[in-house]
């Protein structure tokens, strides 16, 4: 299973900070890629970053690349999401997941987290 912990605060002002971590356990941390998703009112999940087992490969949604990183430390089961400069249309609910595969499909993913408001406003 994953665990979804937020470290930041709920709301943050445009152009600010926030890292969201996912903790990953049991056969959920053993040989799968890990993908972060989000999804806003009313709107679909949709992807956000995924990072490879190793770490050696991510991949980024095109809304947030440059803005976000996405890395893994193996030795703690964690996955990080470090946001910067973020924007109001990045308000949404944030979800770990994993998966077997390299994909940015939502089906291809299991062990969802629980999910965690990011709110960006001023």
């Known amino acids: 299973q994953v665990q979804l912990v937020k470290s930041g605060g709920d709301l943050v002002q445009p152009g600010g900070s926030l890292r969201l971590s996912c903790a990953a356990s049991g056969r959920t941390a053993g040989n799968s890629a890990i993908g972060w998703f989000r999804q806003a009112p009313g709107k679909e999940r949709e992807f956000v970053a995924r990072?490879?087992?190793?770490?050696?490969?991510?991949y980024y949604s095109d809304s947030v690349k440059g803005r976000f990183t996405i890395s893994r430390d193996n030795a703690r089961n964690t996955v990080y999401l470090q946001m910067n400069s973020l924007k109001p249309e990045d308000t949404a609910v944030y979800y770990c997941a994993a998966t077997t595969s390299w994909s940015s499909h939502v089906d291809a993913y299991y062990a969802w987290g629980q999910g965690t408001q990011v709110t960006v406003s001023s």
């Open positions: 990072i490879s087992w190793s770490g050696a490969l991510t």
